[in-house]
């Protein structure tokens, strides 16, 4: 019986031990875009041009933002996780109208970079958008929103902003 039970709790604590390198893996993954977390004002030239709040949900799983226009009547909000199947962020954003992205990326040399595929409901028919988010050294965070119709050779700038924690 003695020599059954040493494999078998051998066996277990090696399962346990490859199951808490997942766990931690993941967490440092899910953790890549908490630079983001906060309420903020947003500026594009110096000039105020909305508000957003940025926050942890479902556990720490989930990021939820809530975009609040400045001059126009318009909102948004997006949902956004790491997907630990397939290694990557996942975002979805829908504005007030309905219109839609379903984003995906990656983390890498400091930014956050997700890209839609042409199916997007944003924009004209087949483009991809690009939207790179870079945490600067004073803690505001820079936002660049591109798009493409002609799969990636030309790509055009939709917004580049910058977030500035609320005082």
Not at 14 to 43: I, P
């Amino acid at each position: 019986m003695k020599r059954l039970l040493l494999p078998i709790f051998i066996l277990l604590y090696f399962v346990s031990f490859s199951q808490e390198a997942v766990k931690s893996e993941n967490t440092e993954s899910q953790r890549q875009f908490d630079f983001w977390l906060g309420d903020w004002e947003v500026y594009a030239n110096d000039e105020i041009v909305g508000k957003n709040t940025v926050q942890l949900l479902q556990n720490g799983n989930v990021l939820q933002e809530n975009w609040i226009s400045e001059k126009e009547n318009f909102t948004g909000t997006s949902f956004s996780f790491y997907n630990s199947k397939i290694k990557k962020w996942q975002q979805i954003w829908i504005d007030k109208n309905g219109s839609n992205l379903l984003l995906k990326g990656i983390f890498a040399d400091g930014k956050m970079i997700l890209v839609s595929d042409p199916d997007s409901n944003m924009g004209e028919e087949n483009s991809i958008h690009k939207i790179t988010w870079m945490q600067l050294p004073n803690g505001d965070v820079k936002q660049s929103w591109e798009s493409t119709i002609d799969k990636g050779k030309n790509w055009s700038i939709q917004f580049e902003g910058i977030y500035k924690k609320k005082k």
